[in-house]
């Protein structure tokens, strides 16, 4: 009630100091900004549900929590106005129909990688993991501001998609194995698990590649469907017990030296959204994407410790090695750029960062 006779007060004030015409002129711009402030109150009260496919199970070590980080990320971020409610895999639909389940609505979200979507697309596995690729700065610097991303969503645009980075982590092993191997001719015949562009490679040396989520690597590994697998890192892998079926674990991850994990969007939801909805949660990507970074680099020997507990044997591919991993990709690299316009086109974007890069960093890093 005292607010009232306040405001009363202040309204004889106005009319006697202002005069009547002027006061309508006050109160018609008092009733345009109410009903502006009505309109933003109403935008920033409006509240999102969103559900969200992970791709990898929530106690799975970095993949799988940060998307539980992110997840609570926009909760913090928004108020609890916006919420991208976390669900494991195959809890919607299949961990590799994610694509489909985005593109066609059912899904509002994914939490996966663009190695997933391979079979689809090839070329989108560039904006995953690149064989021989680059540290985790130089990666994620073509993609926020070298081409990578407008390529990426200039191509999923075109399939109702809409990618945002939404997480990044260190180099990979190169793959489990029941037996020691110690040329890579010895791969030759074997049928290996082997995701995105190092597939590709793998298969130009004679391996039989196969794409399968995490969770079904261990049984596909157990019935024999599978003689090897590479999956990520030692933390990973410690999550899904390799080690109880396969005890050598081989480095380096030639065909993965940082990975970029993506929330998978559909493109009309995604344009509905007001900016600060669009705001809250490409923030939470970014801070998700730091959050893993740093995470997976630190992690790793823990769990490499545990995993030597358990009897696995960590073996170094020796130069000699490496070379034929690395001959083989540049092979690939020919042969999908002249029969993949997409290809080519990524290519030229990613080598031509990289050239640039090189001035800077040829100069600014001390070598190891």
């Known amino acids: 009630m005292q607010n009232h006779r306040v405001n009363l007060k202040l309204f004889k004030f106005l009319i006697n100091h202002f005069g009547e015409i002027n006061m309508k002129l006050f109160l018609g711009a008092a009733v345009i900004a109410a009903t502006s402030l009505v309109a933003i109150s109403a935008q920033a009260g409006d509240k999102l549900r969103w559900k969200m496919q992970s791709t990898w199970g929530s106690q799975v070590a970095i993949n799988g929590e940060a998307a539980v980080y992110f997840s609570n990320k926009v909760k913090e971020v928004s108020g609890g106005d916006v919420r991208v409610r976390f669900h494991e895999p195959n809890a919607l639909v299949p961990s590799l129909e994610v694509w489909d389940a985005v593109k066609n609505g059912s899904v509002d979200s994914g939490f996966t990688s663009p190695g997933y979507h391979a079979g689809k697309i090839p070329a989108v596995s560039y904006f995953a993991a690149v064989p021989f690729g680059p540290g985790g700065s130089e990666y994620m610097g073509w993609m926020e501001y070298g081409g990578g991303n407008q390529l990426k969503e200039k191509i999923y645009g075109e399939y109702g998609l809409m990618p945002l980075n939404c997480g ?180 030229a974007s990613y080598d031509a960062f990289r050239k640039d890069y090189s001035i800077w960093s040829s100069k600014a890093y001390l070598k190891r």
């Open 168 to 347: 990044m982590h260190a180099p990979e092993t190169s793959g489990w194995f029941k037996k020691k191997i110690n040329k890579v001719e010895e791969m030759k015949g074997m049928k290996m698990r082997f995701f995105g562009l190092g597939a590709m490679v793998m298969s130009k040396l004679g391996v039989s590649t196969q794409l399968l989520a995490g969770g079904d690597i261990y049984p596909a590994l157990e019935k024999g469907v599978i003689d090897a697998t590479e999956f990520s890192m030692p933390t990973h892998d410690l999550s899904y017990g390799f080690y109880q079926l396969a005890k050598y674990n081989y480095f380096p991850g030639w065909h993965q030296q940082t990975s970029i994990i993506e929330l998978l969007l559909n493109k009309k939801s995604w344009g509905a959204l007001t900016k600060t909805q669009q705001s809250v949660i490409k923030t939470s990507c970014d801070a998700t994407t730091i959050w893993t970074f740093v995470r997976s680099d630190a992690k790793q020997v823990p769990a490499m410790r545990e995993l030597e507990k358990k009897g696995v044997t960590f073996v170094t591919w020796p130069d000699s090695e490496i070379a034929k991993f690395k001959k083989a990709w540049e092979e690939v690299v020919i042969e999908k750029s002249a029969s993949d316009p997409l290809f080519k086109e990524i290519t």
